[in-house]
């Protein structure tokens, strides 16, 4: 459910925010390990790595691994996400560390194109670079393990660079070991103390509203979907030029079931317990959402708007880059877009050419049918995987590499550079210097291109400490929406215990080619439901998608749901 | 293009070494077919297999007919055949006539500088991609702000706030229209060169003879086309089981997916997006030997019936 746009979303706010850990999660570093870390270099890492792993076995004494050879070596990797054009080693500062380093130098390639045809494609053809990042939910992962394709890291690690063992996260070890190993590094694995920690986690795609429509229309309070009701027909009696209504693109397959990431605002609106209510103990089964009443419920009120004439029928066939461009021109009176977005890239833009009162405000959680919505906050667990494939020309350089970016000097170098260049210590913490703060701020594609800061070797893992850092520097640098994720930071639930992560049944399976033919029916269907011009109609047009959905085989599906509903809490250590 | 010309009464083999010298020059594209088109095509086994990349195409375990009898069972499948073939017949009888049209038209303007821009104008959109042509379509089809849309609506051909780009009955027309718009003159291009190797003494004989421009047209212009229009016919006949992957993947939305699902989304789907190599596999050797038949088919009736073929 927590699709890749929105873990990407949450990348880069992180990375804007500067939420980027140089402290790792077993050697719970305290302030002053930072500081001794980033001042004795290598030494602190080393000698904790050491520590750890009483054995020492075959890396030579007194230094990492990586440290033993660093003749130039360049390897090939893969970075699945198109978008990541930033990410790509052109001599920017971060990259020229680390070469200087350790040697070596990441040629990373990007997909043209769609990322799956690509991924697929390599993989049929058995054409696989030395490394590939690609997340480690995505089906072709089982792939690449069962047919032997990558290295397991457990080997690689025990062979080459025995010291990465001792700094990698218990819990991660275990949560992301497949038949009783690790086959890919997870970047982003974040602690427990994530949720209570840190900036504010924004789990939904937040609604907003136009500020000088807001104030025409009086002010009045926003606090439940009737009043939303309300408050949008005066926006429309009062602007009849404005779109009442703005929500992102509609589309199943990538968005997952809720069809637009902008209904997460109403559907834990009317359906709080969503996720607790699709698993079904009695019967074994986790059920399709659209089975759920208050799931419905989201979708007929979106036909309420339809009827009323507040919602743009084209919003279900537009495509992301239309409905970008109305929101640019803040052509709607209310709309949907993710937080990080609204505040760095839509305001900015709207107040330097429309003005800034036709910036857009945040709106609180509304209550529906008196319920207060819950939003299922999820550390992440991981983002992508780092895999060393069995084409890999010199796997034990590659290993030692990754010990130095996941080592405490490696995750300094990677996102805040070298002391003095490009960050100094503050309180014990590190910080960017202004010139390169205020690049970030103003125009992040040229601090990217000159710093490359947080793009070299990807291989975040952020952790406690540093949250009070980032805290500190998100406050600072955007108020504004450090306010917004305050506001709706009070709705958030853990979501971890549920296991519900990564329940849809693999694609290649039987039951995937279901849940796809599931996911097709259910993608027509919304345009008919939110179309609907009667409640009878409505209700006809749900009656047969359900059917229709159990003709296909949705209970097989559903079974299989369960199974790896248990699969997960078995991994988190639950049951 | 039909190869009879080869004096007959002659073996085979005196007929190779007497032309030894042009069969080797031909050697480097055969050499190339063989290796690029040929060779490759021991990869369609695949749709015989549960194929995994890690035991390639050799090592695979075969499943027979497994495949194929999925993909017949499949209602999704089915409707894919069913609306190729309703878009492509609806391409045919207007797309095929469409560029001969407009090469005669062509052909009888005595400006001739009019002609030229005539053509380069009407040939240009071929160049255009259709991820252009299809964002071209949603602006000027926004039932709000398109100038197309205001126009059937002012003609009152359409009720108001009619969402062309999403609806199902409209997704027909507006593939053909569009097609059209975007090959016409391109398509026109081998037409009018034909058109240019005619004779013109015939014409001459024409106007003695006193035939009016609709005379010359029917009884002299057109039947020198005819070999052109019957390989065309065959080739586009052939064609008829393959549409436009481009089009169809852009223009379908979730209000017009029952509509564009063809053959060729749907062997993508299944096959790149899902990784389920073998089934997308099984849907491509459908096409080819469907496509393969009606060819075929087209070939032998055109030379029962015209006399013309060709092979």
Known sequence: MIGTRWKQAACMTVALAVLAGCSSNTNTNTNANTQEAATTGNNAAGKEANNATAEGTTTEAGGPSWKQDTSPFTFTQYFYGNWASNYLWKDQFAMKLVTEKTGVTIDRKLATGSDDDYLNTMIASGDLPDTIMLDWNNPAVSKLIKNGMVYSIDELIENYAPDLKGMLDEEMVKYHSVDGKLWYLPNYFETKERLTSGVPITPIRPWFIRKDIYEAIGSPKIETTDDLLAALKQAKAKFPDVSPVGVEFFDVAKNGFEGSLSMDYLIYSFAPQLLEERIKDDQKIVEYPMRNKGFIDAFRYMNTLSREGLFDPQLLIYKQEQYEEKLYGAQYAVASQFMDGMYTRYNPKIESTLGAEKKYDILGGIKANGQTPRYPASRLMGWQGFFVTKKAKNPERIIRFAEYAWSDEGQLDFLYGKEGETYELVDGLPQYKPEVRDLMLKDNNAWYAKYGLTASTLLWRSGKTIDAAATRDFKKDQPEQFEAKKLLEKFNYDVYPLGMENLEPEGSTSEGVINVKVKDLWNKTIPKLVLAKSDEEFDGVYADFIAQMDKVGAANVEKVMYERHLEDLKKKGIQ | ?311
């Open chain 2, 1 to 311: 293009m039909r190869s009879r010309q080869a004096a007959p009464g002659r073996s085979f083999a005196k007929r190779f070494w007497l032309q030894r010298y042009l069969m080797l020059l031909t050697l480097p594209a055969v050499a190339w077919m063989i290796v690029f088109n040929y060779i490759p095509m021991y990869g369609i086994v695949i749709a015989f297999q549960e194929y995994t990349p890690f035991q390639g195409f050799l090592h695979s375990p075969w499943i027979g007919l497994a495949n194929f009898r999925e993909l017949f069972n499949d209602p999704t499948f089915t409707q894919s055949l069913s609306n190729t073939f309703k878009i492509s017949i609806a391409k045919l009888v207007f797309g095929f006539p469409a560029p001969i049209l407009l090469a005669l038209l062509l052909n009888e303007l005595v400006y001739k500088r009019f002609k030229r821009i005539v053509q380069s104008l009407t040939y240009l959109p071929h160049f255009v991609s259709w991820v252009l042509v299809v964002g071209f379509m949603y602006t000027l089809l926004d039932p709000d702000t398109g100038v197309i849309t205001r126009m059937l609506e002012t003609l009152g051909l359409i009720g108001p706030d009619t969402m062309l780009m999403g609806d199902e009955k409209a997704f027909l027309p507006l593939v053909v229209f569009t097609e059209v718009w975007k090959n016409i003159g391109w398509n026109s291009i081998i037409y009018l060169a034909a058109i240019a190797g005619i004779d013109p003494q015939l014409y001459e004989a024409g106007v003695m003879d006193g035939a009016n421009r609709f005379q010359r047209i029917w009884h002299i212009t057109l039947p020198a086309l005819k070999p052109t229009i019957v390989i065309l016919l065959i080739l586009s006949i052939g064609g008829l089981i393959n549409s436009n992957f481009d089009q169809m993947y852009l223009m379908q939305n979730s209000m017009t997916q029952d509509a564009a699902n063809v053959l060729s989304v749907y062997s993508y789907e299944m096959g790149l997006v899902l990784g389920r190599f073998s089934y997308g596999t099984a849907v491509g050797v459908f096409q080819s030997v469907v496509a393969f038949i009606l060819m075929y088919a087209a070939n032998y009736g055109s030379r029962k019936l015209t006399k013309e073929s060709l092979f």
